[in-house]
């Protein structure tokens, strides 16, 4: 079995030297593929202001949601292939689900931000 394009780019971006990174740039960006109904990994931990980058791997739609008092979005529909990238702005635990498939579920551990 071939790798899967998604695979290649994870590679590509762990790869990645530091160095080549722009220093404005501090974000980071995980990605969690979304496969076979359900989320690829079911728990990420980031920093304040990274963003996860969710790839629909299913030959169906994802509707990816989170819906907190301190952070909530919808993606609306998400198209097979299609790639939603998701900015966590403040610290906090979230949940992230998908609207069509209620036993998807991310947790996303948001810490702070480290100070400048
Ligand atoms: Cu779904």
């Known amino acids: ?15 990645l030297p530091a160095a080549l990174a722009p220093a404005a740039i501090l974000a980071e960006t995980v990605t969690v593929n979304q496969k076979d109904r359900r989320f690829e990994i079911q728990h990420v931990e980031i920093v304040a202001g990274d963003i996860v980058s969710f790839t629909n791997d299913d030959r169906f739609l994802h509707q990816i949601y989170a819906n907190s008092p ?38 996303v551990e948001v810490s702070p931000a480290p100070e400048e």
């Open 1 to 15: 079995m071939s790798a899967r394009p998604t695979d290649l780019l994870c590679a590509m971006l762990v790869g």
């Open 70 to 107: 301190r952070f909530s979005f919808d993606s609306a529909e998400q198209f097979p292939g299609e790639v939603v990238d998701v900015r966590f702005p403040r610290e906090g635990a979230f949940e992230v689900r998908c609207g069509i498939h209620p036993k998807m579920l991310l947790k």
